[in-house]
């Protein structure tokens, strides 16, 4: 399946388009419809420093599947670049 020209440049792995739409939507979603679950795990609030690491994760989760090379989008300290 030819995505884009990236994909074809070879920067992406070639992924299905429906499942990277479920798995980013998802993944975007959780923290503000699993508040149940914080309560369960006694987590008081999804803080500012907290969304942040979240957004980390999740961006590092992303970027590790879909780049053919994701240690070049890292850093020197090995966290991902801005």
Do not use: W
Request: glycine share 8%.
């Amino acid at each position: 399946m030819e995505n884009d020209f990236k994909s074809r440049a070879g920067e992406f792995r070639q992924i299905d388009p429906m499942n990277f739409y479920f798995s980013v939507v998802g993944a975007c979603d959780a923290p503000f419809f699993a508040r149940f679950v914080f309560d369960l795990m006694g987590v008081e609030d999804f803080d500012d420093q907290r969304r942040r690491s979240y957004i980390a994760h999740v961006t590092e989760l992303v970027l590790s599947q879909l780049l053919v090379e994701p240690e070049r989008a890292r850093g020197a300290d090995g966290g991902s670049e801005s």
